[in-house]
């Protein structure tokens, strides 16, 4: 079902197999059907997409319409809506129905090749299971002297690098192609021929490249599409599925993690009609293997005398990281940096072992651009806020008349968001807004309007909408807009002005997390301001310490800079990269000349090679934890495998903090999810942002607009080669003037380097911008080219 | 009493010239026009209801009734779109009524456009018909030329254009939504109903879809009166029609006659059965309308006459088959066809008449035994009515009708081991053959 | 190879012509035939691009519909209608001369042998609603009443010759690549040409002029009572 915006629900009375039952007006009687406990043999029929009625599965008889009069034949439940005083038979009860459906089913495996020993989806196939609960079971097409002939074709074919079509299982439902259309926008699959020789089919050169194309494999009725990464590698029952939430981006989708001894093998969509419904993007389904190659580590390391890294247990590694941490601490402090991929309780682990064993506030999870202006905006406008009291939500979106995106690609950076958003915007009800320097695909998929906007000039655009939006607007910022001065500022005031609702998108799966566990320099666990002495003590007094440190600390920026200047010494980091920082320069430069770094990673890493102690933690698969997904709503989810070895952050900091004589009082995620509840919110009040910063952006050149797309280089995407191979090729982006002077190849200068792109024309960029994808080349913009909005130097032709 | 034919629609074929305006003005062509525009919408509408014309497309659905069914409070446009995807085997009615007076047929749309107030008319032409489409493309011309299309029709204020649009070959869109979704620029795949066209249709907006003979009886309802409309064919089955005789007759052809009108009836005009030979089956109205015997020759072929012997009037595609001619071969040959043309949409027509074609295939051929013929009605029971459209329950009535009635002739092929027929002594050439 | 912009231009026409220009769709492709000689992926995907669908979209509605090839026909595509009462009258016995003469399988192009000016492409078609002139075979969709194996033999050879031919309800035979032309909506000033009927369409006609036949006379039907009619 759906989180469709309820309204005051009419119910209708009908009559199944006997049995009255009311269900809401407009209820199809295959799902009327299901609240008497019959299961209507169905393929094409799916909840979320609009009904066909092409399979005939699940035909029933309707001896009363409701007007007292029957229909002749037999009715397609998944096309027929329920009417009062409606009689309806199924295959229980209805010895007709059950011909029909017998005869259906049997037209149905005429021509399929009953392959099911070697088909991926033998042991969950639908056709499977509905050929024996409602198919004879001998053939009457094939055997004996009856041999007929079956349609056959070469397969499979590639529908693209990692969707595999095999024709001959194929059922032609149209559940793939309905969901590429409607749900996808991305019609790239299509059917094609036509009658017994109608398939699925793709054009030439045009395979279908959709950020949600492992959908259709999920929803296929039959063993049509397989994946090419998980085909042929496992059978369903050799499967130990484990539910799970999706770590790439800050939606929380529910996932379904399926593993084997030890080995996820494949990851499917959960079913949460409150935030993912039953869809997830490929970079979701497809992008988990970035835990299973050669580069894991597997057990710690200690620098040795010899400057080496070398093997360590772990009560050694624990020691030695102590020591170091307290020698670091005493020589000018130690900053903690966690990055944007832990879960709430690794988070709140590294806030308390700042606080308590580090004695410092100077902790960020941000790895990437920030300013001053987000690090007020979070504690005054994000942390906190949740379904349960008033957030954003999902539904929220589908509901809302207009919603503003600033700073937000959401079909590249929070699919699920993306996904609702399409629904809503086709089924006519919101109008999508975006402040942004073109219109994107995405964009162009939700029908939406472009408020076309060089970066920088966010602001002003923001304002500009404050006339069209009320109560029931909701304006989502990304973290993008971090980078823009008053940017933040401007999307607050413009809620603030407006009535319309405000939400921050975040790119991470940990980053919402992180705001709530207090990794920022200005914030405790619990939203409670550092600069708040209430809420120090109030810590304080539930940590069982004295005191916590009383200044803000440094953002992620200045504890580089600090650490580059021997203002800091030591560094606890975990899984940063710094070609995500806002100078990665900097940043490798501040790694070299801390006196002392532990690294936690689940991969060797610049970072971690860097480091002198290094600590392997465990991937998600390994650990429970919770996300905190952008509504604020908590997103727990269990190990899905079973790894000893695999040690949890908060484990790993308790260890180090009990060496250090400040023991962190938990070991467990159980515990520290105890202690979290235990300590709660902060009812007290809120600080108000009011900073702004950041430079004017001036020079020559064009603006530098740039974000990273679903499918890129990022390092969580390795090991899926298929995936990867969907990726979208990178091009720079620029005006029609820009292309007729510079050509069909551009180079593009910025202070940190040249890069070389083909050049595509934006029909509709805003003059004065190039936009490129932020990594999808090289190490990415921001080590390679430039800043995010600041100028870059466009040329034609290799540099 | 109303004679034997009545040409209406026909009665311009034999004029020199008669696909232009000159002739079918010279013939009071267009004169329904201004009479129309004198009536409200609403009294065209009751006209054609009063008149008691059916759909002439096969279905018979009162056409007055269907032009009511649009909802006049829509702001949405109105659409008329023209079925004239003539594709049914045996009928062959509207290509040359199209060709030899396709004036009457534009009258017809101006007339019914106005009476449903569409501004926008689609006339949908098969595409395998060059000379037709020519013919309709020109005739649009001339009377955008002459001032009965365009802007203020006659000075009524009226506004009317004709988008003559060419199919590419299915059969299928003779399916009135399949038909919309071809004029659509898609796949000719039927939609699901309800919505119903009228509320629903082109470009999701209220449309009327008629038949060419439909339409192109409008004008003679106007100018001529419901009553005198009415007074021909029967109580349910009012007024003229143009019956298609094909096959092993004499005289082939096109006969446009009352409603009601009898096989035997117009055997006698056509000549009879080809010399030296019998009447075997039958179909009034295409192959999609089961097969009749020489025992319902005096049926009047009308509606209720055709539908009381099991049978539809359709589109009074009369294909007549001697004796020579082998019931299972062409029956087969109909079933090819709806595999040829099924859509693939739904289950039962994409794969029963794939499985159809090989069970009957082998009981051609004399294989297998006489449990098939079971099995065959069980699968076209398996299809009739279980089917997205009609092309499905039309791909079963040749073989359910057939086997009713010639049973013993599928036996035949198992005894003898093959098709006891000479398929020679079929064709038209056969009768310059010394008959042995 | 992209198509010309002329090409292109008519194509936007076409599209044009339709208050929701998708509906375009099916005269555009016809008219790429008439440039491309089949359908073509370039001309997928300008249609593509002139209709903002995806090339699999036009792909699909390409495949659906029999008049659209994806291979080269002849100059002269020759279709022998095959149904049950075609086939009966004697088109099977027509389309095997043909596949015979020609040497070719259903819907394949015939070699163009030396001094031949014509290409000749033979299939076999479903009912094209002109039974009465049975058997019946189209030629570029032109249509060649009552035809024999030797008479359709004897057209095939006239056509690969260069010799004028003459639809029997229709003009001289254009090229299939004209008269795809004329199913794009561009009219090509044969409509004059051929009869108005042919004589079968007149068989009952001409029984009713000789025995004096007709519809009733309007003045002497009595005026209908409002709703009589009206079930």
Known sequence: MTTTPEKATELVNVTIDGIQVAVPKDTLVIRAAEQVGVQVPRFCDHPLLAPVGACRQCLVDVPDAGNGRGFPKPQASCTLPVAEGMVVNTQATSPVADKAQQGVMEFLLVNHPLDCPVCDKGGECPLQNQAMSNGRGESRFSGGANEGTKRTFPKPINLSPNVLLDRERCIVCQRCTRFAEE????????????????????????PFLSYFSGNVIQICPVGALTSE?????????????????????????????????????????????????????????????????DDRI??????????????????????????????????????????????????????????????????????????????????????????????????????????????????????????????????????????????TRGLTKLNGRLVPTVPGDEPAALASLAGELDGTAVVLVGERLATVPGGLLAAADLAATSGARLAWVPRRAGDRGAVEAGCLPNLLPGGRPVADAAARVDVATAWGVDALPEAEGRDADAIWWALHHGELSGLVIAGVDPADTSNPVGAKAAIEAASFVVALDVRETDVTRAADVVLPVAPVSDKAGSFVNWEGRVRPFEAALANPS??????????????????????????????????????????????????????????????????????????????????????ALVGKDVYDACGPTVTLTGDRGSVTLPAEVGDDLVAGVVWVPANSFGAGVLSDLASPGSRVRVEGGQA | MTDMLTPVLTDMWDVERSWTLAAYTAKGGYQGLDKAFGMSQDAVIEAVKDSGLRGRGGAGFPTGMKWSFIPQDNPKPKYLVVNADESEPGTCKDIPLMMGNPHVLVEGVII???????????????????????????????????????????GSGYDLDIVVHAGAGAYICGEETALLEGLEGRRGQPRLRPPFPAVAGLYASPTVINNVESIASVPSIIANGAAWFASMGTEKSKGYGIFSLSGHVKKPGQYEAPLGITLRELLDLAGGIREGHDLKFWTPGGSSTPLLTAEHLDIPLDFEGVGAAGSMLGTRALQIFD????????????????????????????????????????????????????????????????????????????ISSSIKYFRDEYLAHLTHGGCPFDHARSTAWAGQEVTA | ?????????????????????????????????????????????????????????????????????????GDFHVGVCTNTLCAVMGGDQIFERLKDHLDVGNDELAEKRQGDQYSVSLEHVECNAACDFAPVVMVNWEFMDNQTPEGAVQMVEALRAGHDVKSTRGPKLCTWREAERVLAGFPDGRVDEGPSAGPASLAGLEIARERGWKAPDAAAVPVIEKGQADD
Not at chain 1, 249 to 267: E, L, N, P, Q, T
Not at chain 1, 684 to 702: M, S, Y
Not at chain 3, 19 to 48: N, Y
């Open chain 1, 229 to 293: 990464a998980y085909r042929f590698r496992s059978r369903p029952f050799d499967l130990v599925s484990s539910p799970g939430v999706a770590e790439h981006d800050a939606c929380g989708s529910a996932i379904r993690v399926d593993h084997r001894r030890g080995k996820v093998m494949r990851r499917m969509a959960g079913d949460d009609p409150e935030v993912n419904e039953e869809w997830l993007t490929d970079k979701d389904r497809f992008a988990f293997t970035y835990a299973q190659g």
């Open chain 2, 112 to 154: 019914s456009s106005y009476a449903i107030r569409a501004n926008k008319a689609f006339i949908y032409i098969r595409g395998e018909v060059l000379h037709v489409i020519r013919r309709v493309q020109a005739a649009v011309e001339e009377a955008y030329a002459a001032g009965h299309l365009g802007k203020d029709i006659h």
């Open chain 2, 323 to 398: 004796e020579t001619v082998c019931v299972v071969r062409a029956v087969l040959r109909w079933t090819e066809f709806y595999k040829h043309e099924s859509c693939g949409k739904c289950t039962p027509c994409r794969e029963g008449t794939w499985w159809l074609v090989q069970t009957l295939a082998r009981l051609e051929k004399g294989e297998g035994s006489e449990a098939d013929l079971d099995l065959l009605l069980d699968q076209c029971d398996n299809i009739l009515g279980r089917s997205f459209c009609a092309l499905g329950d039309g791909a079963t009535s040749p």
């Open chain 3, 1 to 73: 190879m992209a198509l010309d912009d002329k090409t292109m231009g008519e194509l936007r026409e076409i599209a044009g012509r339709y208050p929701e220009k998708r509906s375009g769709l099916l005269p555009m492709l016809h008219l790429v035939q008439s440039v491309e000689g089949k359908v073509t992926p370039d001309a997928i995907e300008a249609c593509a691009q002139i209709l903002e669908i995806s090339a699999a979209e036009v792909s699909g509605v390409a495949t659906f519909y029999t008049m659209y090839k994806r291979h080269a026909v």
């Open chain 1, 646 to 731: 695999s040690l949890t952050e908060l484990r790993i900091l308790s260890g180090i903090a009990a060496e250090l004589g400040t023991p962190l009082g938990f070991r467990t995620v159980a515990e520290a999810r105890a202690e979290m509840e235990q300590l709660g919110a902060w009812d007290g009040e809120r600080t108000v942002a009011g900073v702004t910063g950041g430079d004017e952006n001036l020079g020559e050149g064009l603006v530098l607009a740039t974000w990273k797309q679903s499918i890129d280089n990022g390092s969580m995407q390795d090991g899926d080669k298929y995936l990867k191979a969907t990726a979208r090729t990178p091009v």
């Open chain 1, 183 to 206: 749900i996808a926008g991305d019609p790239f699959i299509a059917l094609v021929e036509r009658g017994a020789q109608q398939q699925i089919g793709i054009a030439e050169d045009a």
């Open chain 1, 298 to 439: 597997t057990y710690p390391q200690v620098r040795g005398d010899d400057g080496a890294l070398r093997p360590a247990s772990w009560p050694e590694a624990f020691a030695v990281a102590a020591r170091g941490l307290a020698a670091a601490k005493a020589a000018g402090g130690v900053a903690t940096l966690t990055g944007g991929r832990l879960t709430a309780e690794d988070a709140y682990a590294y806030s308390k072992f700042a606080r308590v064993a580090l004695g410092s506030n100077d902790i960020d999870f941000r790895s990437r651009p920030l300013s001053a202006e987000e690090t007020a905006f979070l504690a005054a406008h994000v942390v906190l806020t949740a379904p349960s009291n008033g957030g954003v939500t999902y539904a929220d979106l589908e509901s809302a008349s207009k919603v503003v995106l600033v700073g937000l690609e959401p079909e590249d950076e929070a699919g699920a968001i993306w996904l609702r958003l399409r629904k809503s915007t086709l089924a006519g009800r919101t109008e999508v807004i975006a402040i942004a320097p073109f219109s």
